[in-house]
């Protein structure tokens, strides 16, 4: 007897199933509507594109350039920077080698040859100085120039004045200066009173003498430029008699230079 199969239908799942479709339109979250997406697009503003040039490829802005004025106070800048310190460079190569000191001063005499008031109240003075100058360097000389000048004061008032001969001061050289000063002040009764009160009172009398002289230095056979030397000397005198043997109480002397 044979066996009757049974045939069963066989359903196919894939193909009954209907077919998921893609949504067309552009999803749209909560809370919003169509309308608000929709006018959401359109107020977004599109890029601006040039044919030819692709997205993201746009020329970039050219540089500043510095201008000519900024250039220049760069350039100046860098050369006054060079030349200070090449001058330091210089400065600093002198006094390794040179060992470099400040001159000295001191006044050791004073004679009063004329100290008269006459009938038209002015005071005529004529005073002699003595003067010392040194100079302690080994290696460098002084050039005393022309043009010089020395004044001496009581106070405010200028007694006298005059001037440094011109010479040449060595190397490790000592050298004495005979200097004569004269001068003359008008309406000087008051002047002569208060010098007698002066001396009568304290027995000395202070007298500033004040110097300018250029001189050029002599670094071994090299001189520089031209520079002033400026003496401020601070004496006391017992007495300003003329013909008078007169004795430095005080003396000190200070010294710079300016150039």
């Not at 060079?82 to 001159?103: D, S, T």
């Not at 001189?215 to 013909?243: E, H, Q, T």
Request: glycine share 4%; proline share 7%; net charge positive.
């Amino acid at each position: 007897m044979t066996d009757h199969q049974k045939i069963h239908p066989f359903h196919d799942v894939d193909l009954e199933a209907p077919q998921q479709q893609q949504p067309s339109a552009p999803l749209v979250t909560r809370n919003m509507s169509k309308s608000d997406d929709v006018q959401h697009q359109r107020q977004q503003p599109l890029p601006a594109q040039q044919p030819g040039i692709p997205m993201n490829h746009y020329p970039k802005p050219p540089k500043k350039r510095r201008s000519c004025c900024c250039r220049f106070f760069c350039w100046l800048f860098s050369l006054l920077l060079i030349l200070i310190i090449a001058i330091a460079i210089a400065v600093g190569i002198l006094y390794l080698a040179f060992r470099p000191k400040i001159p000295k001063y001191s006044v050791d005499e004073l004679h009063v040859t004329q100290f008269d008031l006459s009938s038209n109240n002015s005071l005529s003075v004529t005073f002699n100085l003595s003067i010392t100058a040194r100079n302690p360097n080994k290696k460098i000389g002084i050039d005393y120039r022309g043009g010089s000048h020395i004044s001496a004061y009581y106070t405010d008032t200028k007694l006298c004045e005059g001037s440094l001969p011109k010479f040449y001061q060595g190397h490790k050289n000592v050298t004495v200066l005979s200097i004569p000063l004269t001068g003359e002040t008008q309406n000087a009764t008051g002047l002569r009173d208060s010098l007698l009160q002066q001396i009568q009172q304290e027995g000395s009398v202070p007298l500033n003498l004040k110097v300018k002289q250029p001189v050029r230095i002599k670094f071994g056979k090299l001189k520089i430029f031209k520079i002033n030397f400026r003496v401020r000397c601070s004496i006391v005198v017992d007495n300003l008699s003329a013909n008078n043997s007169i004795r430095i109480k005080s003396s000190s002397c200070k010294f710079r230079f300016k150039l």
